[in-house]
């Protein structure tokens, strides 16, 4: 990340606050609405749950709001980051209780909607406890019955489609592209503000 | 494909009525997917399979790869996991499918391409058996696994599908009957819809699997049927590259049969993965993160694989070669990964067999880089270099670029290593052709390789034979390698080829023998063996290329032989046989024959027997013919069967005179040596040099007494001076 893109994004926070709130005190920054609307229309996030677990991922001193630099550090990860960036980004929105560990319970609230609930079920719950444990196999190394960041991390490094496990915390692809050409494309038009 | 649908769904509905019960349960009606009526169509199939098995071995093809003793000795050889082709599944028996008319309307296509596909491909396309799980049998716990997990893909948002899609791979899913489960279970059709979504982890997800399980031959069927293809064809075009990538290894893995290759032509899929090839060319920046990024090389290496399976079809040849492959292929090859090079050596390979490709690879200097990867460590590389070499020697150029960058002293080392026959078969191949010309068969003497093919005249598969005693026989053009071959004992292996059934071996052995009988002292051992017995027997071959050229074979044997006249009234029925040949339609054959005829005819009995048995009529009956060599070779039987009894009348009397002047006006001097010798030989009777003057035989003779060739002067000149005389003895009888 260079000098200019980073003067880019914060141009385009910048835009995005004065675009949404206008009422916002002294800090320039994003509450959780605004950042939650941001993440569903500009990255296309839908999963209510994750997006507030990516709030909380972003708003690192929890004071409610996303400030310039945390808007930039995250950014920074969603579109630039390695691969440990992003592994330990998304382990911490997936670790709801922020014990350093996806616990079977985690799991399955943040799978809970993910099947389709077939109306001949009798226990609509049966699949996704079935896929917590699919999932628990697959990446439970130590075989203690939940997730601690190195089973995660060994288990991502085998299979790189798993680093979203539990939920799309990152932007999608296209999102991804689309933003990147919409923010970094002409600097000219930023110098008007 | 509807009706697979319908059926899939049934079953599915079945099954899951099925997993209320208790699981232990065997459901025999659950598996059997045989309509009452697909028994008669087993039936049916079976006849025709072996309808297209039996027309498949008499046809004619000196490509030795599509014997079919080739592949069963190939699928004694290799081990199933080997890449290429699923050879034993594919041949045991026919198939059952759900659509009946799909069959009938395969079969048809089929016949209709035949002739537009290279005989590499006709290998592979026997319908597998399309088997069901076993019914009896327990089905696996993996099965009920599986079950779920496609459960879960149908039912689940994209992180469900993400899950179940990585649990899956888990399996082992090179295992037929986890392959068949995701089948049996609709797991197919979900995945390739999967593929059909925006959803770049699911697609990702779904062709590893895709991928894994297309290795099976049954598999590869239903994802072509159900519309697999174009889809994936659609993903080349993703900016993501490992997406590419995985498609194209996809592909690579399910066009191994002519109808998905059609597919993928018909789709738009050769220009795109031509594309793929083109790793100079930079994709814009990639602005994302390396998660679904690959390098260019690993994108144009599986590029090159998919191309490398659907350059099996002639028309796709034509369309990589037009999309510019050839070039881009031919970049490819300076690269030094065996990863690499292995599939872009086997695509030039394929590709080889066709005249319009040879002028491109000559242009590209690839044949350099063939020559040079000949030296590599790696067997498979080796083998598709020889292989390449093999296929582009057809052409003179390119033999002499093999000798100039090199390339025939590996050739030569490499026959000393006898372990890996499919190498050796390419080999040996290459080395056959390159024999085409005189100066690499100077080159191999040095080499002593003629030695070591000689010893690989015994013990070794057909395909290599095949190409061994094709490069004997070339080499034996030469006197001095006659004679080696001699010495090194290779006459009665050769003579012990005689009695094969393989029409491509024979035709080569008939050739070598031939060769050798050049010599008198090999014509010797040749005649002790009783080799002028077989090869006379060989005349009697369904065959016409064997007849043809057991017929030119036997030239030198009579020439050469001691007491030939004896020799061939040796041969019970052989000079009626020979004689009766002269009834054939094919051109080659009746060439031959009539060679043959001249070298007999030059023994008086046997000329006697042969008028006997009606040769006179038979020749003559010939001679309107516009094929310069059956004219020469029937003009020298004429001239020679001219020598007894009344022969020359009856030649005039079948009006055989009037068309041999007309070959006068050809434009081979062959013709024309042998032509006037024939007229010179006709005219000793009066009626036929009326009948040459009639058809102003004397202005064309005229010319001729000119010619340098000494034989054909005096022919000439002896025509034409009969002609006169008779003309003279006509005006003296008038006046007197």
């Not at chain 2, 071959?541 to 044997?557: R, T």
Request: charged residues 30%; glycine residues 6%.
């Amino acid at each position: 990340m260079n000098r200019k893109k980073l003067q880019k994004l914060t141009d385009t926070l910048i835009k995005n606050c004065k675009h949404l709130t206008e009422r916002q005190g002294t800090t320039i920054g994003l509450d959780r609405n605004a950042f939650r609307n941001i993440l569903h229309v500009t990255f296309g996030m839908t999963d209510d749950m994750i997006m507030d677990r990516v709030f909380r991922g972003f708003d690192k001193d929890n004071d409610g709001c996303v400030n310039v630099s945390e808007w930039i550090y995250g950014l920074s990860v969603f579109l630039r980051g390695t691969l440990e960036e992003k592994m330990k980004y998304c382990f911490e929105v997936f670790d709801l209780n922020g014990d350093g560990f996806i616990s079977k319970e985690e799991m399955f609230h943040m799978l809970k909607n993910s099947l389709l609930k077939q109306p001949s079920e009798e226990d609509p719950d049966e699949g996704i406890k079935d896929l917590v444990e699919i999932t628990l196999k697959k990446m439970d190394h130590d075989h203690d019955g939940k997730l601690s960041f190195t089973d995660y991390e060994q288990a991502v490094r085998e299979e790189t489609l798993l680093l979203e496990a539990f939920g799309p915390c990152l932007p999608d692809p296209k999102s991804h592209m689309e933003f990147e050409a919409q923010v970094f494309k002409d600097p000219s038009e930023f110098n008007d503000i | 494909m509807s009706k697979q649908d319908v059926r899939f769904s049934e079953e599915w509905d079945k099954e899951k009525e099925l997993n209320e019960a208790p699981k232990k349960e065997e459901e025999p009606t659950l598996q059997k997917a045989l309509p009452a009526s697909g028994k008669s169509a087993l039936e049916k199939n079976q006849i025709n399979f072996g309808k297209n098995q039996m027309t498949k071995r008499l046809e004619p093809s000196l490509n030795w790869k599509a014997t079919v003793d080739f592949k069963d000795h190939k699928n004694v050889l290799r081990d199933t996991q080997e890449e290429r082709h699923g050879g034993k599944l594919e041949r045991s028996g026919p198939i059952v499918s759900a659509g009946r008319t799909q069959l009938v309307r395969k079969s048809a296509e089929k016949i209709e391409e035949i002739i537009s596909e290279s005989s590499s491909e006709s290998e592979e396309d026997e319908e597998p058996p399309d088997h069901r799980q076993e019914a009896n049998a327990d089905l696996p716990s993996e099965y009920w696994q599986i079950q779920k997990l496609v459960k879960y893909l149908k039912g689940g948002n994209q992180t469900a599908t993400v899950i179940a899609l990585c649990s899956m791979k888990d399996f082992n899913l090179a295992q037929e009957t986890c392959q068949l489960a995701i089948r049996d279970v609709g797991g197919l059709e979900v995945l390739i819809n999967l593929l059909d979504t925006d959803e770049v982890k699911c697609k990702i997800g779904s062709l590893k699997i895709l991928k894994e399980i297309s290795h099976n031959p049954q598999i590869r069927r239903n994802i072509v049927d159900l519309g697999g293809l174009p889809i994936m064809v659609n993903i080349l075009d993703s900016p993501h590259k490992s997406l590419k990538c995985l498609a194209a290894e996809t592909i690579a893995n399910v066009a191994k049969f002519r109808r998905a290759r059609r597919a993928v032509r018909r789709h738009g899929g050769i220009t795109k993965l031509v594309a793929l090839l083109d790793c100079a060319h930079n994709s814009q920046e990639p602005a994302q993160s390396s998660l679904y990024d690959a390098r260019d090389v690993e994108v144009a290496r599986c590029g090159a694989l998919a191309l490398w399976s659907c350059s099996k079809s002639y028309a796709n040849k034509e369309a990589i070669r037009k999309a510019g492959g050839i070039p881009l292929l031919a970049g490819l090859l300076k690269t030094s990964h065996e990863n690499m090079l292995i599939p872009v050596v086997g695509t030039l390979q394929e590709c080889a067999s066709e005249e319009n490709y040879r002028a491109a690879i000559k242009a590209e200097r690839i044949i350099e880089n063939l020559v040079k990867n000949l030296n590599s460590e790696n067997e498979q590389l080796q083998e598709h270099c020889a292989m390449a070499i093999y296929q582009c020697a057809e052409d003179k150029e390119t033999r002499d670029l093999v000798r100039l960058h090199g390339g025939l002293k590996p050739l030569a080392s490499l026959l000393n290593n006898t372990d890996n026959k499919e190498r050796l078969a390419a080999v040996t191949g290459a080395i056959w052709k390159c024999s085409i010309s005189k100066e690499n068969v100077t080159k191999f003497r040095e080499y002593k390789a003629i030695e070591t093919l000689v010893g690989l005249l015994t013990d070794q598969p057909e395909e290599v034979l095949v190409n061994v005693v094709g490069a004997l026989g070339e080499c034996c053009q030469e006197y001095e390698n006659r004679v080696l071959v001699r010495k090194c004992g290779g006459i009665q292996p050769l003579v012990n080829l005689l009695v094969g059934i393989n029409q491509t071996l024979l035709v080569n052995v008939t050739k070598a023998v031939g060769a050798c009988a050049a010599e008198p002292e090999s014509m010797a051992i040749i005649d002790r063996l009783d080799g002028v017995r077989l090869l006379w027997s060989l005349l009697k071959n369904p065959h016409p290329d064997v007849k043809a050229s057991a017929a030119w074979a036997l030239c030198p044997c009579i020439q050469n032989a001691k007491d030939a006249g004896e020799m061939v009234r040796s041969f019970v029925g052989g000079l009626e046989l020979v004689v009766n040949l002269l009834k054939s339609d094919n051109k080659e054959v009746l060439a031959s024959v009539c060679a043959a005829i001249t070298n007999i005819a030059k023994d008086q009995e046997n000329l006697a027997v042969i008028t006997d048995h009606g040769v006179v009529p038979l020749l003559s009956k010939l001679a309107n013919t516009n094929n310069d060599k059956l004219r020469r070779h029937l003009a020298e039987a004429i001239s020679r069967c001219c020598m007894w009894g009344r022969n020359r009348v009856a030649f005039g009397e079948y009006k055989a005179v009037a068309p041999l002047v007309r070959y006068l006006k050809s434009n081979d001097p062959n013709v024309h040596r042998a032509t006037a010798q024939a007229l010179y030989q006709l005219s000793e009777d009066a009626d036929n040099c009326i009948t040459m003057h009639e058809n102003g035989a004397v202005k064309l003779l005229l010319d001729m007494v000119g010619s340098p060739d000494q034989d054909l002067q005096e022919a000439a000149a002896g025509c034409i001076s009969n002609i006169r005389r008779l003309a003279l003895a006509t005006e003296k009888a008038r006046y007197t």
